[in-house]
């Protein structure tokens, strides 16, 4: 029997001080599978990995402690290699017995250690890993960041993964959606422009770059530069020979006599019939709305508008 100084946190530290752990074959109906930071287990995968156990044998042994409530010995690593397994009709397994109970975040801090080391941890599962160990121990990613040894914008890039929805974050396990472009998505302020992001990313084959740009016009959608609205501008005709087109920043006064001379002083002329109409214009609006303070004043001239 080899007796092995083994600890979940001096795991976690790269340690191998700490309490015992004592190193053993156990039959599969004696092992149960309990709460695991890894969710998603891909059946071909587990299927490779039970030819490998057939063919090679277990190298890796799986890690374990004794719960005396089930009376059975709880996985703390090794959820994959144990159903791989049953799938070979193993018989048992090698097993790292804790001479204690750790903690459930022990265990997490554990498993999310090794799973670090991992290539075929899905980002879903990495996402919420991170999640569960930051949750149980009271720790923020900058915290997070320091027992792992990896950056605090990994962890908080991977946990922005959580916030998609359910059908965005399956095809991110299923390998349809990559991280990068997820990541692009969540920027977006809600599920239906998400999901209408996805939509179009897919139909038009874009990577991470040509997403980011589409979600950066979504997020700032161009405001169109027109002539003013046509509500905005009146024409004015039979001034004396001319016609003004009147809008809140600009008067154009236009000759309607192309044959005849126009002096300044039809100009002026002009004008003054158009500020007679204008004053007129004022008043209607003023009635219409209620207010009589303001009287018409000259004639009712023709307007055309």
Do not use: C
């Amino acid at each position: 029997m080899n007796v092995i100084r083994f600890s979940p946190t001096s795991l976690a530290n790269g340690g191998t001080d700490g309490p015992a752990a004592t190193l053993m074959d156990l039959r599969l109906e004696d092992i149960y599978a309990d709460d695991q930071i890894r969710a998603n287990f891909e059946e071909g995968a587990l299927a490779s990995l039970a030819e490998s156990l057939k063919g090679t044998g277990q190298i890796v042994p799986i890690m374990v402690y004794y719960d005396k409530e089930r009376g059975k010995h709880v996985i703390i690593d090794g959820e994959r290699r144990f159903r791989a397994a049953k799938l070979a009709q193993y018989p048992s397994l090698d097993a790292l017995v804790f001479s204690f109970k750790p903690t459930p975040a022990q265990i997490a801090l554990v498993q999310l250690t090794i799973d670090q080391q991992r290539e075929d941890l899905d980002a879903i599962d990495q996402a919420q890993a991170y999640a569960k160990v930051m949750d149980l121990h009271g720790w923020n990613a900058t915290e997070l960041a320091g027992h792992i040894h990896v950056s605090h914008t990994t962890i908080t890039r991977a946990i922005s993964l959580l916030a998609l929805p359910n059908d965005l974050k399956a095809d991110i396990r299923a390998g349809k959606l990559s991280p990068g472009v997820a990541r692009e998505l969540v920027r977006l302020p809600d599920v239906a422009a998400q999901l209408a992001a996805w939509e179009r990313v897919k139909a038009e084959g874009l990577n991470s770059e040509q997403t980011q740009k589409l979600v950066r016009r979504m997020l700032s959608p161009k405001v169109k530069k027109g002539r003013p609205k046509s509500k905005d501008k009146f024409t004015y005709k039979n001034l004396s020979g001319f016609e003004a087109v009147v809008s809140p920043k600009k008067l154009t006064l236009v000759s309607t006599n192309s044959g005849t001379p126009r002096t300044q002083e039809h100009m002026l002329k002009a004008l003054e019939i158009l500020l007679q109409k204008l004053r007129e214009d004022m008043a209607k609006e003023k009635l219409q709305n209620g207010d009589s303070a303001l009287p018409l004043t000259g004639q009712d001239a023709n307007t055309q508008h």
